[in-house]
């Protein structure tokens, strides 16, 4: 369910940028970018921004079960609360999820030691998520799995765990 929203004003320039990242399949943080608009360029049709504020903050809902439900919750007031706590709005705004891939990696853990790293590729609007595990100790440990944009990453991190027969490994996310 990790997804990138943007959030565009009428005038067609970028108003903000919500990244969601989840802890478990209900709850996690939201890392928000609000913009203003910076100076036009006469003859140039860009409408240029300018980052003003970023902050995180979490956020929780019940139990969702398809894309529909998601982007509902993403134009719902509890979104809203959030920019309104800094004085914004972002109703009668355009919700834009851009179309391209995602990457998330991790590293897997056991205790002190680096077993392996994960590299996440996931498509929202596309529904598509996938996992590649490269072991550090051999190639035939590498793993592979596929999902759906309502599977975070934690879940499908604690899946491949249980496949290598480990439930204490740790995951640490590599930015």
């Known amino acids: 369910m990790e ?17 969601f990242n989840y ?11 609000t913009y ?19 902050y995180t903050v979490p956020f929780s809902h019940g139990k969702i079960n398809s894309i529909d439900e ?4 993403d134009q719902s007031p509890a979104i809203d609360q959030l920019l309104e706590a800094a004085g914004m709005s972002i109703r009668n705004m355009d919700f834009v999820y851009p179309s391209t891939v995602r990457a998330f990696r991790y590293n897997i853990l056991h205790q002190a030691d680096c077993v392996g790293i994960v ?6 609007i596309e529904n598509i998520k996938e996992l590649e ?17 309502l599977e975070t990453n934690q879940a499908l991190l ?3 765990s249980a496949l290598h027969g480990s439930k204490d490994f740790s995951f640490k996310a590599v930015y």
């Open 158 to 160: 604690r899946r491949m």
């Open 119 to 124: 590299n996440i590729r996931a498509n929202f």
């Open 36 to 54: 203003t608009q910076g100076e036009t360029i006469a003859g140039i049709d860009i409408k240029p921004v300018i980052p003003l504020t970023t």
């Open 70 to 73: 998601i982007k509902k919750f």
């Open 23 to 33: 802890e478990t399949a209900t709850s996690g943080e939201v890392r928000i970018t």
């Open 3 to 19: 997804r990138h929203l943007q959030v565009y004003d009428k005038s067609g320039a970028l108003f903000a940028e919500f990244y």
């Open 133 to 149: 595990f490269m072991s550090a100790s051999r190639i035939k440990s590498d793993e592979a799995l596929s999902s759906n944009s």
